[in-house]
């Protein structure tokens, strides 16, 4: 996934006031000095503000290096993982805003790390992994990692005003995932290949069912179970689409006739007239009678 610098740095001066108990809200010269630890913070900070990221980094090191016990080192550790983040430096901030949330457990800004963790999982799952063939494909692990840690954090902090952006983020993954499942079953269609069709519509159905359970891929599926002689199947199916789909009841009938026919002329020829016996496990799943209902 792709981020632009300047919104981020627009919401991070929006959030870090609300984010750290105000003190890291400041970014005018104060009006008497500050202390030591306090002052390297305060100009880690403005160079934060300034989008000067890699002085912004470089001070806030500084400031871990302070005994622990000030309250700045706690803040410096969450200031520095954003100052990665901002620099694309994904994995880094990664590491650091855990860092903060272990150390830092019961302080305020525990549910932002742990948006921006989430989040910055979200950056690094790509976002053109669809466009490649099954042959070549992609590990989907990045983007259902993201989406894992979203839905965590939404779990946790239900009440976050970053629930909105994650619920925003988590349905930008799920639509990811379908579309690159999308993508397959349209390659396979293409070149004809009905057994990796069907396994892969029917992962499709189980994991996303209020998206891939749609009239055309239903159809698609019942074709390709008379493609592959699964008459039994093909009726069960276009049984359901009947009932499912109400305005579709003529037709289902008409393919039910069709395929009754075809099994009763392989039956009279001493054909089995249906699939075989023997069948990989995952072809056992009947979508057209499961019941999941929202998307896993």
Known sequence: MTLRLAPFLA???LTLSACAGGQVAATAAPETPLPESEQL???AMEHLAGGSLIEAEQEFHKVLKLPSYLKVTALARLRLADSQFAQHKYDESIETYLSFVQRHDTNENVPYAMFM??????????DDIFILPPSEELDLGPVQQARSHLER???QFPRSRF?????QL??????LQFAHHEYVIKFYTKREKWLSLVFRMH??????????????NYELLAASYGKLAWRTRAIELWTAIGQRFPGENARAETEIAALNAAIAAD???GLPGDMPAELPPTAAYKPEIATESEDS
């Open 41 to 43: 913070y305060f100009d």
């Open 117 to 126: 963790v989430a989040k910055a999982h979200f950056q690094l799952a790509p």
């Open 267 to 269: 039956k009279a020829k």
């Open 170 to 175: 988590r349905d930008r993954c799920l639509t």
């Open 203 to 216: 992962l499709a159905m189980q994991q996303f069912p209020s998206r891939a359970r749609t009239l055309p």
């Open 11 to 13: 919401l991070l001066c």
């Open 163 to 167: 629930v909105t952006e994650a619920v």
């Open 153 to 155: 954090f939404i779990r």
